[in-house]
């Protein structure tokens, strides 16, 4: 890959995502060796369980025009479209002064997510137990199931 204008613009985990499978990344490591290093194999790896894998080029381009409503910085754009939050307590920490600057718009700007970006994947119920965090005893100490 070559850089051909340094910070031309900035890219969604979509975009980045659909680079990545343009060049042969797959979620096989077998698969795409050579294609891609081992790197951006890291980076696929992770994307396609992201919102990211569900997106659209269309779905991301319709929310960056329908949210210039909200007045939003572009990066609280880039990381609403990578993280798609579905409730007002999600966008919160991604819109700084959300309170003031979106006094009255906040459920909009939820619906517009929803409405717009399509949610991310559901993991399995066994990926899901593997992030679980250990139980406590009495004692303090942890237990592993």
Known sequence: MKIIEAHAGILTNYEVLDLLKSRGATSDPLGSLGAVTSSESKVFDYLVHTAACSQTREAV???????????????????VINTRPSSEAEIYPIIENCEQRLEGKLEELVS????????????????????????????GDKVAE
């Open 61 to 79: 381009k319709e929310f960056w025009e329908r949210s210039d409503e909200f007045e939003l910085a572009k990066a609280e754009k880039l990381s």
């Open 112 to 139: 517009l997510v929803v409405e717009i970006l399509p949610p991310p994947p559901v993991k399995p119920a066994d990926e899901q137990a593997d992030e679980m965090p250990p139980e406590e005893t009495e004692g």
